[in-house]
């Protein structure tokens, strides 16, 4: 068995979801920005989505799924001239998506946002304005504590992103709590990293466990660059920012 990296479509969406939503259920960020008592699964399933839409055309958006020889055999097979043969090597082809990852590519300060980058955010902007019509809200979650989060993002990295070219900001990346320990989210990392050393660009991540994420985060060159609190009455969030400077490969 192998695990393959591929770019995501939209029928991975579903197992994408699936994949965020149980790699984030204890995450700390995630308790406290969410209200557990009103959270609605479905509405959060639907906004996750929107997304994924959103990114496929717009991000670096990875899923991870194991593959077989005995798949790529069956799909390579003389079989496969079958039309009904190729639905099913087909069928089986469709892996479990194990991990995720979703990276918004370097943006330089100097130049200007497009007309089809604006398009698009605002198309995500609809389609989550249509998710909360739809379920009469935000499903559990607090806005109040996202706008803190975000103005505090923004004060963090205007404090320490100073490379005009920008970075490779690693939004998403989550991997099944069946399917850890395998290396998925260390291949998720590389097929992006590998780019930015290509490119001599930065990478930049948030983490809100500092046990044990960071050190894996630190293993693959990143390092802490800025502690960021999140804080609303006696409740509070850490989360770490961390910066990766391009290698040079040997």
Not at 99 to 108: D, F, K
Not at 194 to 215: H, R
Not at 241 to 247: E, L, T
Request: hydrophobic share 35%; with cysteine.
């Amino acid at each position: 068995m192998a695990i393959e990296i591929v770019p995501l479509t939209e029928r991975d969406i579903p197992g994408t979801v699936e994949c965020i939503q149980q790699a984030f259920a204890e995450d700390p960020y995630f308790l406290w920005v969410f209200d557990p008592s009103k959270f609605n699964k479905q509405r959060n399933s639907d906004s996750l989505t929107a997304r994924c839409l959103w990114g496929i055309n717009n991000a670096l958006f990875y899923v991870a799924k194991e593959t077989s020889s005995d798949t790529t055999a069956t799909t390579e097979g003389e079989g496969s001239s079958n039309p009904a043969s190729s639905s099913s090597s087909s069928s089986a082809a469709q892996q479990q998506v194990l991990g995720v990852s979703c990276w918004l590519p370097p943006h330089p300060a100097s130049v200007p946002e497009t007309w089809y980058s604006w398009f698009q955010s605002w198309l995500l902007s609809f389609r989550q304005l249509l998710t909360n019509i739809r379920y009469l809200g935000h499903g559990g979650l607090n806005t109040r504590r996202y706008w803190i989060w975000k103005y505090r993002q923004q004060e963090a990295q205007e404090a320490i992103w100073n490379d005009p070219r920008g970075y490779y900001f690693c939004n998403i990346v989550a991997v099944r709590p069946d399917a850890q320990g395998k290396g998925i989210g260390r291949k998720l990392f590389e097929v992006v990293t590998d780019q930015a050393d290509k490119e001599g660009v930065k990478c930049y991540l948030e983490s809100s466990k500092m046990v044990p994420n960071v050190e894996i985060y630190r293993k693959m060159g990143f390092e802490v660059m800025r502690a960021m609190d999140c804080v609303d009455g006696e409740d509070s969030c850490k989360l770490f920012c961390m910066i990766r400077d391009p290698k040079q490969k040997l």
